[in-house]
């Protein structure tokens, strides 16, 4: 992308930019400039994004179900021993963090982690080439890596946050829920201020997952693209060390989205604190 | 940088793929995990079970061992018991025959020796005979005489 006629503003600007899609005077139209985007508002989708994670989830499910598949008590093949190490590591994860019993915990421990590490190893793809393919197939911006768009750390931070209430309701009852929510840490006669804490607390949850991932990636991104300003020659110097570093970061990231699910979702089961 | 429709995109997806997991992914390998952990735990204890038939077995063979030896050392005391017997008896018998050849040898020996003292009074009374007629330079009546001999004989 890095033509003559390009500055490096316009070069970031263009990285950051999502394939935002929506409908248009008659039809689907896709933004060619953040304003153009921003003015599509709510009711816009960023393709890009969607596509990506949702290609790199089936890639997941496609692996695992075949792997599951032909799964064996016998001797198992190499594709079934490193899933059944990962199936293992999760199941360490949850049992160490989650004291209750709920089937849904694992298997959603498995898709966080999995889903989650692939899209955000989508950055160790040099940052040229997933949008100068997209270029060549004439589409105008293309952002490889799904965490670095904000959306997607919120979509699943929200679906988190929904399994939380659910199970919180379900656990507790609407009147524990509320005894939670509002009798501590001051007891009753502080019960404005229990209340305000505890709601900030609880949206914090959310907010916090969705953010700390999106932040880190979204960072990590950035720094990617402002390497990729250098001549190309001296590039090496920095990318790779960064990158080494990145690998570290992603895998990091992913674990602490999946342990926090994980933390919250024990929390929704607690009776007491 | 919006937020956008994406994250109910997003939501929808990470509900799809989660379901899928759980109902597809995580059962089969969790399965074949439990299944293997339960072979395994059955091989050990299979294992286990034939480390103790082996103990049992060799217990039972060394007791078997130890009865044996004791059999057989019985058996040979008796024989020896057995061997003695049929010496001293043999030794028993021997002598009870020694005995008796003896006596019929001693019986026979003193028939012997009646008989050469017959042997000899016939023929000293003969050699008396002979000599008395020689010295009566006649000849002598062997029939007159014959009381005269035979009490002669008896005196020798």
């Given at each position: 992308?890095?033509?003559?006629?390009?500055?490096s503003?316009?070069?970031?600007?263009?990285?950051?930019?999502?394939?935002?899609?929506g409908?248009g005077?008659?039809?689907?139209h896709?933004a060619?400039?953040?304003?153009?985007?921003?003015?599509?508002?709510?009711?816009a989708?960023n393709?890009?994004t969607i596509?990506?994670?949702?290609v790199?989830?089936l890639?997941?499910?496609?692996?695992?179900?075949?792997v599951?598949?032909?799964?064996?008590a016998g001797?198992?093949?190499?594709?079934?021993?490193?899933?059944?190490?990962?199936?293992?590591?999760i199941?360490g994860?949850?049992?160490g963090s989650?004291s209750?019993?709920?089937?849904?915990?694992?298997p959603?421990?498995?898709?966080?982690?999995v889903w989650?590490?692939?899209?955000?190893?989508?950055?160790?793809?040099?940052?040229?080439w997933?949008?100068?393919?997209?270029?060549?197939?004439?589409?105008?911006?293309?952002?490889?890596?799904p965490?670095?768009?904000v959306?997607a750390?919120?979509g699943?931070a929200l679906?988190?946050?929904?399994?939380?209430?659910f199970y919180?309701?379900k656990?507790?009852g609407?009147?524990?829920f509320?005894?939670?929510l509002?009798l501590?840490?001051?007891?009753k006669y502080?019960?404005?201020?229990n209340?305000?804490?505890?709601?900030i607390?609880l949206?914090a949850?959310?907010v916090?997952?969705?953010?700390?991932?999106?932040?880190?990636?979204?960072?990590g991104?950035?720094?990617?693209i402002?390497?990729?300003?250098?001549?190309f020659?001296?590039?090496?110097?920095?990318?790779v060390?960064?990158?080494?570093?990145?690998?570290?970061?992603?895998?990091l990231?992913?674990?602490i989205?999946?342990?926090?699910t994980?933390?919250?979702?024990?929390?929704?089961?607690q009776?007491?604190? | 940088?919006?937020i956008?429709m994406?994250?109910?995109?997003?939501?929808?997806?990470?509900?799809?793929?989660?379901a899928?997991c759980?109902?597809?992914?995580?059962?089969p390998?969790?399965g074949?995990l439990?299944a293997?952990?339960?072979q395994?735990?059955?091989?050990?204890?299979?294992?286990?079970?034939?480390?103790?038939?082996?103990?049992?077995?060799?217990?039972?063979s060394?007791?078997?061992?130890r009865?044996?030896k004791?059999?057989?050392?019985?058996?040979?005391?008796?024989?020896?018991?057995l061997?003695?017997?049929l010496?001293?008896?043999a030794?028993?018998s021997a002598?009870?025959e020694?005995?008796?050849i003896?006596v019929?040898?001693?019986?026979?020996?003193g028939?012997?020796v009646?008989?050469?003292?017959?042997?000899?009074r016939n023929q000293v009374?003969?050699?008396?005979?002979?000599?008395?007629s020689?010295?009566?330079?006649?000849?002598?009546?062997?029939?007159?005489?014959?009381d005269?001999?035979?009490?002669?004989k008896?005196?020798l």
């Open positions: 992308m890095t033509t003559e006629t390009l500055t503003t316009e070069y970031i600007k263009h990285h950051l930019q999502n394939l935002t899609c409908f005077d008659g039809g689907i896709c060619h400039s953040a304003e153009e985007a921003q003015e599509m508002g709510f009711w989708l393709v890009d596509g990506m994670s949702l790199l989830g890639l997941f499910l496609f692996f695992f179900r075949s599951a598949k032909k799964a064996t001797v198992p093949s190499n594709a079934q021993n490193f899933v059944e190490w990962f199936i293992e590591f199941d994860s949850v049992r989650f209750g019993r709920n089937p849904l915990i694992a959603l421990a498995l898709t966080v982690f989650v590490f692939l899209m955000n190893a989508m950055d160790l793809i040099p940052i040229d997933v949008p100068g393919l997209a270029t060549a197939l004439g589409l105008s911006h293309f952002k490889a890596v965490t670095t768009d959306n750390p919120i699943m679906g988190v946050f929904v399994l939380v209430l919180s309701f656990i507790k609407s009147v524990g509320a005894k939670e509002s501590q840490p001051f007891g502080g019960l404005p201020v209340l305000v804490l505890e709601l607390n949206i949850k959310p916090s997952l969705a953010l700390r991932l999106f932040g880190n990636m979204y960072a991104e950035m720094v990617f402002l390497i990729a300003l250098l001549p020659y001296l590039q090496w110097v920095l990318s060390p960064w990158a080494l570093f990145h690998i570290l970061i992603i895998t990231q992913a674990f989205f999946m342990t926090l994980i933390v919250y979702l024990d929390m929704a089961h009776e007491h604190h | 940088m919006n956008n994406t994250l109910l995109g997003q939501l929808i997806m990470f509900v799809i793929f989660v899928v759980m109902k597809y992914i995580w059962p390998i969790v074949a439990a293997r952990k339960q395994i735990a059955d091989g050990l204890a299979a294992a286990e079970r034939g480390k103790h038939d082996l103990d049992l077995a060799a217990k039972r060394a007791e078997l061992l009865e044996a004791e059999k057989a050392a019985e058996i040979l005391a008796q024989g020896e018991r061997k003695i017997e010496l001293d008896q030794k028993a002598q009870e020694a005995e008796r003896m019929a040898a001693r019986a026979e020996v028939q012997e009646s008989r050469a003292r017959e042997t000899l009374a003969d050699l008396v005979v002979a000599g008395a020689k010295i009566l330079q006649r000849e002598v009546d062997a029939k007159a005489h014959a005269l001999l035979s009490a002669l008896q005196e």
